[in-house]
């Protein structure tokens, strides 16, 4: 049987002829509705029963959180040549070269060209890359408000807090209870900048995963019988440049990136 791998291989069993038909607006975008499992590659009168017969059954999805992630990293990415990349610069406080855009993710360049193709002095992962993109496209760009508010004070925080603290603040509260160099890490590695707040924690640093996204990490250290804990606070105006999913999904992916640099660390030399 034949098998479909991309939106690409749809696309060649159409006719080309963008008659819309099928709802969408062109062959291209039935290509990519079917490869998602949103139409049925029947739902083109253009494609012969023998050649349907043929595909029954045939899309290969992805079957793993990261080929999905990947996945959508690459959707967003073939929205990137229809912006304005001078003013999504503006929106985002990047810098924009004249072929490509480059913000600044947790003090490493990390940068977009008008074709869409991604590169960082980072390893490009798609828990980053996803929502880099989104921001890129959909940040308003508004002003810092310099007040800190929690995770679940966000829009659309509520609904994925479970998430947020399985994946994010729990595994980086066990990062700061065993890796000791994780702080000095964030410090000296990450641009990271050691802040006084009104919050009564022994240790806070500020980090940018990216420039209009400011997320304060603070830890408390254990004390007579009493764990350690951990939180983190976003800007106020954190779910007007990112949305709530976006921002969990980044900060997972920050999380990812501080395991793997302990995991190293810790292992040593051999
Ligand atoms: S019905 Fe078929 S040929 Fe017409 S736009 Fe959709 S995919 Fe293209």
């Known amino acids: 049987m034949a098998r479909i791998n991309s939106p690409m291989d749809v696309f060649k069993l159409t006719d080309g002829s963008n008659c ?98 991604l590169s960082a002095d980072i390893h490009i992962n798609a828990w980053v890359a996803m929502p880099f993109l989104n921001h890129v496209l959909h940040c308003r760009g508004e002003a810092l408000t310099g007040e800190w508010i929690t995770f679940r004070e966000l829009k659309g925080g509520p609904e994925r807090y479970n998430h947020f603290q399985q994946n994010c603040e729990k595994p980086l509260k066990h990062l700061a209870d065993t890796y000791t160099d994780l702080f000095s890490d964030m410090l000296d590695v990450f641009a990271g900048r050691r802040v006084q707040t009104h919050i009564d924690s022994d240790i806070s640093v500020v980090l940018h995963p990216l420039p209009l996204l400011p997320v304060m990490c603070c830890y408390w250290e254990p004390e007579e019988g009493m764990g350690s804990s951990l939180h983190l606070f976003f800007d106020k105006s954190a779910d007007q440049q990112l949305d709530a999913e976006s921002i969990y999904t980044l900060l997972a992916g920050m999380v990812k990136m501080f395991e793997k640099i302990a995991a190293r660390n810790q292992s040593g030399p051999s």
Do not use: W
Request: charge should be negative; include cysteine; hydrophobic fraction near 40%.
């Open 20 to 117: 819309r038909a099928c709802n969408e607006k062109t062959c291209m975008a039935f290509g990519v509705a079917v490869f998602k499992g949103r139409k049925n590659l029947d739902q083109c009168p253009k494609i012969a029963p023998e050649v349907l017969a043929q595909y029954q059954d045939a899309t290969d999805r992805p079957d793993t959180i990261d080929e999905f992630m990947q996945q959508a990293v690459e959707e967003l990415q073939e929205q990137i040549p229809d912006i304005d990349m001078a003013e999504a610069a503006r929106r985002t406080a990047g810098e924009f070269d004249g072929q490509k855009l480059t913000l600044r993710v947790m003090g490493k360049a990390f940068s977009v060209d008008r074709a869409g193709s």
